[in-house]
């Protein structure tokens, strides 16, 4: 057997000492030289930086020397544009006293509500008016509440310049004497009725069943002549109304009135803003908001828009829910002297076997057509002793959306009322304000629940569309023209609430901005509207509380909207507008300028810079009406806050 194979050819060859050594030498410097391209890259570009740095510095400057040198100019350009405000607030004031001359002329027999006199005469006459029933009753109530709106459009309307205490107090003490008197009216013509319960019985049941209604006021009464254990169902198919009462009702001397109106005469009023009030410490527990940016009143609307109410919880419960619907249901008993209210359950139960004789009552009633409500209604009953809305005392509620029923158990009788979340529409996903022709804009909010197209046309607004989770919704208020704020009030009255109160910040997640660089927004793109539309951008989230961004683009095509319009980014901080270089698809927000562009001291001239002659023309010959009631509406929905 021969010798074996040695193995030493498949032995890796060993460095010497030496090599490693100029191996880890060559590494080093390969390394150091690395390192030292590193360097000088690092410097190279770090100089590169601060020279662009200095370029951008020296460039921002040289805008910033040059917008001084022009910013007197452009501010009095824009002063003189400006003055179609207090020129609109002029006309209004001649309107008025025209309202009144030709009220005066008429001689209709009607009283001017804004003259104490009048209305006063009014209100005496009508008292002594006895036994009045109810079908008179209900026609002199288009009346009465006609005097009620106008009193309140005045107190609204009116600039605080030209609203004097005496007058708020007059106003509102004539108010709340015709409130009073028109329910008054009602229980008396409730009596009348009664006293003819015999003559108007049911041949089948023998029990007494009558329902008036018109525009404003439905009514209902059941009198229980027969007084028959077994009949404990109400119902009436006339006006999708029901009832289930207890056999202790069944088997007394009682009428049920349900009186459900379209107003509420129930909730006290809110207080007027004036011009040198200051916000109160606590806040009422009215749950029915008032339109708050009337005309005139921005000032107060600054000083009220951050200041924390001491009494947070009330401010809860006036801004969480809304009035959107109202009836008066109540007991009624005719003894010797005269109509009296039956209080269910009584004071004194002892008297009484069992425990369970005063068991809540069951209601359905049809809740109007012309109320939207984008979540299941909460009901609420008056609470007459603390002045406000309460939820307690009501149960068993269900309620059908398709049929418009509402079923509930109630544990006494009262008014009552359906509420929903006042913010409920808040905030605002997206906007858009664009031209349309002769003096008219097309303002359309997006929210979750709805989008809402309003027109404004001169000095009046009109309901364009509404779609309800992305479905055309039909309303009662499309295609009606109204002044601004009976726009407001009937928009929010139909569950349409786009308008924040002073307070809804503490209930709303918001873009807060400051309120002088929001205001000063609205009246230049109020300003521009004749031919520029404006837009949501998602940057107006990003640039802070101080900066307002939105997007912008000349539009002259009118009736139609541009497909895919040439958006421009515009940021404004009230002293100074500018163009962004970034547009609604860049990864990040960059106050950088765009390229060959110029800082302005207002939105106008940095428009003016893009802008055509033709649409320059167009707005320097708008109406002053029309530009007032785009800017209030605009300062009433707080686009830029609450988007």
């Given at each position: 057997?021969?010798?074996?194979?040695?193995?030493?050819?498949?032995?890796?060859?060993?460095?010497?000492?030496?090599?490693?050594?100029?191996?880890?030498?060559?590494?080093?410097?390969?390394?150091?030289?690395?390192?030292?391209?590193?360097?000088?890259?690092?410097?190279?570009?770090?100089?590169?930086?601060?020279?662009?740095?200095?370029?951008?510095?020296?460039?921002?400057?040289?805008?910033?020397?040059?917008?001084?040198?022009?910013?007197?100019?452009?501010?009095?350009?824009?002063?003189?544009?400006?003055?179609?405000?207090?020129?609109?607030?002029?006309?209004?004031r001649?309107?008025?006293?025209?309202?009144?001359?030709?009220?005066?002329?008429?001689c209709?027999?009607?009283?001017?509500p804004?003259?104490?006199q009048?209305?006063?005469?009014?209100?005496?006459?009508?008292?002594?008016?006895?036994?009045?029933?109810?079908?008179?009753?209900?026609?002199?109530s288009?009346?009465?509440?006609?005097?009620?709106?106008?009193?309140?459009?005045?107190?609204?309307?009116?600039?605080?310049?030209?609203?004097?205490?005496?007058?708020?107090?007059?106003?509102?003490?004539?108010?709340?004497?015709l409130?009073?008197?028109?329910?008054?009216?009602?229980?008396?013509?409730?009596e009348?009725?009664l006293?003819?319960?015999?003559?108007?019985?049911?041949?089948?049941?023998?029990?007494?069943?009558?329902?008036?209604q018109?525009?404003n006021?439905?009514?209902?009464?059941?009198?229980?002549?027969?007084?028959?254990?077994?009949?404990?169902?109400v119902?009436?198919?006339?006006?999708q109304?029901?009832?289930?009462?207890?056999?202790?009702?069944?088997?007394?001397?009682?009428?049920?009135?349900?009186?459900?109106?379209?107003?509420?005469?129930?909730?006290?009023?809110?207080?007027?803003?004036?011009?040198?009030?200051?916000?109160?410490?606590t806040?009422?527990?009215?749950?029915?908001?008032?339109?708050?940016?009337?005309?005139?009143?921005?000032?107060?609307?600054?000083?009220?828009?951050?200041?924390q109410?001491?009494?947070?919880?009330?401010?809860?419960?006036?801004?969480?829910?809304?009035?959107?619907?109202?009836g008066?249901?109540?007991?009624?008993?005719?003894?010797?002297?005269g109509?009296?209210?039956?209080?269910y359950?009584?004071?004194?139960?002892?008297?009484?076997?069992?425990?369970?004789?005063?068991?809540?009552?069951d209601?359905?009633?049809?809740?109007?057509?012309?109320?939207?409500?984008?979540?299941?209604?909460?009901?609420?009953?008056?609470?007459?002793?603390?002045?406000?809305?309460?939820?307690?005392?009501?149960?068993?509620?269900?309620?059908k959306?398709e049929?418009?029923?509402?079923?509930?158990?109630?544990?006494?009788?009262?008014?009552?009322?359906?509420?929903?979340?006042?913010?409920?529409?808040?905030?605002?996903?997206?906007?858009?304000?664009?031209?349309?022709?002769?003096?008219?804009?097309?303002?359309?909010?997006?929210?979750?629940?709805?989008?809402?197209?309003?027109?404004?046309?001169?000095?009046?607004?009109?309901?364009?569309?509404?779609?309800?989770?992305?479905?055309?919704?039909?309303?009662?208020?499309?295609?009606?023209?109204?002044?601004?704020?009976?726009?407001?009030?009937?928009?929010?009255?139909a569950?349409?609430?786009?308008?924040?109160?002073?307070?809804?910040?503490?209930?709303?997640?918001?873009?807060?901005?400051v309120?002088?660089?929001?205001?000063?927004?609205?009246?230049?793109?109020?300003?521009?509207?004749?031919?520029?539309?404006?837009?949501?951008?998602?940057?107006?989230?990003?640039?802070?509380?101080k900066n307002?961004?939105?997007?912008?683009?000349?539009?002259?095509?009118?009736?139609?909207?541009?497909?895919?319009?040439n958006?421009?980014?515009?940021?404004?901080?009230?002293?100074?507008?500018?163009?962004?270089?970034?547009?609604?698809?860049?990864?990040?927000?960059?106050?950088?300028?765009?390229?060959?562009?110029?800082f302005?001291?207002?939105?106008?001239?940095?428009?003016?810079?893009?802008?055509s002659?033709?649409?320059?023309?167009?707005?320097?010959?708008?109406?002053?009406?029309?530009?007032?009631?785009?800017?209030?509406?605009?300062?009433?929905?707080?686009?830029?806050?609450?988007?």
């Open positions: 057997m021969g010798p074996k194979a040695t193995k030493s050819g498949n032995k890796k060859k060993k460095n010497t000492k030496a090599e490693n050594l100029k191996l880890l030498q060559e590494e080093e410097e390969r390394r150091q030289k690395e390192e030292e391209e590193a360097r000088v890259k690092r410097e190279k570009e770090e100089m590169e930086r601060l020279e662009m740095e200095r370029i951008e510095k020296e460039k921002w400057q040289q805008l910033e020397v040059k917008d001084l040198e022009r910013k007197n100019e452009e501010l009095e350009e824009l002063f003189l544009l400006e003055r179609c405000f207090p020129e609109a607030e002029k006309l209004k001649e309107d008025r006293l025209l309202s009144q001359w030709v009220h005066y002329i008429q209709d027999g009607s009283p001017d804004s003259i104490a009048e209305i006063n005469t009014f209100i005496s006459l009508w008292k002594e008016e006895t036994n009045e029933n109810f079908e008179e009753v209900i026609a002199k288009k009346l009465v509440l006609h005097l009620i709106n106008k009193l309140k459009l005045i107190l609204l309307e009116t600039s605080p310049y030209d609203l004097q205490d005496k007058n708020i107090a007059q106003y509102q003490g004539s108010i709340l004497e409130q009073e008197l028109l329910h008054l009216k009602f229980n008396i013509a409730t009348v009725l006293r003819q319960a015999s003559t108007l019985a049911d041949l089948d049941t023998g029990n007494m069943e009558k329902v008036i018109d525009e006021v439905t009514l209902y009464v059941w009198a229980n002549l027969k007084k028959n254990p077994r009949h404990r169902n119902r009436c198919s006339e006006i109304t029901a009832f289930e009462i207890p056999r202790i009702l069944a088997t007394s001397d009682i009428a049920l009135r349900l009186l459900h109106t379209h107003y509420d005469h129930v909730t006290p009023l809110h207080p007027v803003p004036t011009l040198f009030q200051l916000p109160t410490s806040e009422s527990d009215s749950v029915k908001d008032k339109a708050n940016d009337v005309p005139g009143a921005i000032s107060k609307w600054f000083r009220e828009e951050y200041k109410p001491e009494s947070v919880r009330n401010s809860v419960q006036e801004e969480e829910i809304k009035v959107e619907d109202q008066n249901t109540e007991i009624r008993m005719i003894l010797k002297e109509l009296q209210k039956y209080v359950p009584p004071a004194a139960t002892e008297d009484f076997e069992s425990e369970n004789a005063f068991p809540p009552i209601v359905m009633l049809q809740v109007q057509k012309n109320v939207i409500f984008f979540e299941n209604p909460m009901i609420a009953r008056w609470d007459a002793e603390g002045k406000h809305w309460k939820t307690d005392g009501i149960s068993n509620v269900s309620y959306s049929e418009g029923l509402i079923t509930f158990s109630l544990e006494t009788f009262g008014p009552i009322t359906l509420i929903q979340d006042t913010h409920i529409n808040m905030p605002y996903q997206s906007w858009e304000l664009r031209p349309l022709d002769g003096n008219q804009v097309l303002l359309t909010v997006t929210t979750v629940f709805t989008e809402i197209q309003i027109r404004i046309k001169g000095d009046l607004c009109m309901l364009a569309s509404i779609k309800v989770n992305e479905k055309k919704h039909y309303s009662t208020l499309e295609g009606k023209w109204m002044t601004l704020i009976s726009f407001i009030i009937a928009l929010k009255e569950g349409l609430n786009i308008f924040p109160t002073g307070h809804s910040h503490f209930y709303v997640v918001t873009n807060c901005k309120p002088l660089v929001e205001m000063k927004a609205y009246r230049q793109m109020a300003l521009l509207s004749p031919a520029f539309a404006f837009g949501w951008s998602r940057w107006n989230m990003q640039c802070g509380s307002v961004v939105f997007k912008v683009s000349e539009n002259l095509t009118n009736e139609e909207p541009i497909q895919n319009p958006w421009t980014l515009l940021m404004f901080n009230g002293d100074r507008a500018q163009r962004l270089k970034i547009d609604e698809y860049s990864e990040a927000f960059s106050e950088a300028v765009k390229e060959e562009t110029e302005h001291s207002t939105v106008y001239h940095m428009v003016k810079d893009f802008a002659e033709g649409a320059m023309e167009k707005i320097r010959s708008s109406d002053c009406r029309f530009i007032d009631s785009v800017c209030h509406m605009l300062l009433s929905i707080r686009l830029l806050s609450y988007s």
